[in-house]
C-alpha cells in the first residue's frame, strides 16, 4: 500500500491521496459546479474525487447547501442504511474549512450518460430499488438525516421563477426562466394555468405533499445518476436528497428521463406500484406527478419551442397531454 495507511483494516483515504500516483481533472458534474477530479491510489485503485464549493455551485446555493450536503449525510450514517438493493458509491468524505470533499469508487463506464436508454429490465431493476429506498425509510428517517436533507420547499420549487432569477446568467436558470415564459404559449387551459400558478408559487403543493406520509428520496433521481454493476443499481449524487412521499422520486424521474425508457410512463408506473406493494398510494403518485411537472415543465416548453431536432419537439409535444391529464389528477388534491 506504500504511504497509504490503513486502520481497523480500511484505507485511510486522505493519505491515500496525498500519495496519488495519478491525477486527472474532468470538469465539474455538468449540473452545477461541483469540481470532480479521477484519482489513482498507490495501490492502483482508481477513485473520484468531488470538491464542493458554495460560491460556485449553483445547486448548492438553490437549496440551501452551504458545505457538502453528500457529506453531511456520510457523517449522519445514510449510506449504511440503504438497503441492499440500493448501491452508493462513497467511500469517505470530510470538510476542508467550508468546503466539502467526497471521494467515490470510480465506477466508469457503469455511469449512465444522458442518452443511454433503460430496456424493461433495467426500469424493473430502477423501479424495485427505489420501491426498496422508499420502503426502507417509510416515516422512519433517522433524526440525524432528516436534520441535514434538503427543505422540502427548496427541492419542489427549485425551478421557481422568482428564487432563480437571481442567478440570470447562469445557462441553467436562463433555460428554465425561458421555458416558464414558453409555457403559456404551448397549451392553453385550466390545468397548465394551475401548473403555472404552482411553478410561480409551489407552497399548495409542499402543504399537500406534507399531509402523506414521507420517506427519504434520493431527490435528483435520474439515468445520469445510476449505475448498472451487473444486477446492481447504484445511485450516486446523493446532494439533493430530501424527504417526501416516494413518488415524488417517480415523478422527478419520469418528467426528465421517461424519453430514456424502453416503456411507457404508464408502464413504469405499474412497476413501481408493484414493487411498492401495500406501500403504494396512488394519491402521493398523483401529487409525484403534478411535483415532476411543476420541476422540469419549463423543459418541455423549451424543447416543445425551440429544440433544433425537430424529432425532440414532435416527442415533447406527443407528451404533454398524458402529463397534463396526470396534473388535473394531483391538482384535485390541492
Request: proline letters at 6%; glycine letters at 10%.
Amino acid at each position: 500500500m506504500g504511504s497509504c495507511r490503513v486502520h481497523d483494516g480500511r484505507v485511510d483515504i486522505r493519505s491515500a491521496l496525498a500519495s496519488a500516483t495519478e491525477r486527472s481533472g474532468f470538469g465539474d458534474d455538468g449540473k452545477s459546479g461541483a469540481t470532480l477530479e479521477r484519482v489513482t491510489l498507490p495501490d492502483g485503485t482508481r477513485v473520484v474525487v468531488k470538491r464542493y464549493d458554495v460560491s460556485a455551485d449553483l445547486v448548492m446555493r438553490l437549496t440551501g447547501d452551504q458545505r457538502g450536503r453528500e457529506v453531511e449525510l456520510l457523517r449522519a450514517g445514510l449510506f449504511e442504511a440503504l438497503p441492499p438493493e440500493v448501491g452508493h458509491a462513497v467511500l469517505d468524505g470530510w470538510f476542508e474549512g467550508d468546503r466539502g470533499v467526497v471521494v467515490m469508487r470510480d465506477l466508469g463506464a457503469a455511469v449512465l450518460g444522458w442518452h443511454d436508454r433503460l430496456d424493461p429490465s433495467g426500469c424493473r431493476s430502477v423501479a424495485r430499488a427505489t420501491a426498496a429506498l422508499h420502503r426502507r425509510f417509510r416515516e422512519a428517517i433517522p433524526a440525524e438525516v432528516a436534520d441535514v436533507l434538503t427543505p422540502l420547499d427548496h427541492a419542489v420549487g427549485l425551478f421557481q421563477p422568482e428564487r432563480i432569477r437571481p442567478y440570470a446568467g447562469e445557462p441553467l436558470v436562463d433555460f428554465a426562466l425561458r421555458g416558464w415564459e414558453y409555457w403559456p404559449e404551448i397549451e392553453r387551459g385550466e390545468v397548465p394555468d394551475a401548473v403555472l400558478a404552482l411553478a410561480l408559487d409551489p407552497s399548495p403543493l409542499v402543504r399537500a405533499l406534507r399531509q402523506r406520509p414521507a420517506t427519504l428520496l434520493h431527490g435528483d433521481l435520474a439515468t445520469v445518476n445510476m449505475a448498472f454493476t451487473g444486477e446492481e443499481l447504484t445511485l450516486i449524487d446523493w446532494g439533493m436528497a430530501f424527504a417526501a412521499p416516494g413518488a415524488v422520486d417517480i415523478g422527478r424521474f419520469l418528467a426528465g428521463c421517461g424519453h430514456l425508457l424502453d416503456v411507457t410512463p404508464d408502464g413504469f408506473l405499474e412497476l413501481y406500484r408493484s414493487a411498492a406493494g401495500d406501500d403504494h398510494d396512488e394519491d402521493a403518485v398523483a401529487l409525484g406527478l403534478l411535483a415532476g411537472l411543476v420541476w422540469l415543465g419549463w423543459n418541455k416548453a423549451l424543447d416543445i419551442s425551440e429544440h433544433p431536432d425537430p424529432h425532440i419537439r414532435e416527442r415533447e409535444r406527443a407528451a404533454l397531454p398524458w402529463w397534463l391529464e396526470r396534473a388535473e389528477q394531483g391538482l384535485t388534491l390541492l
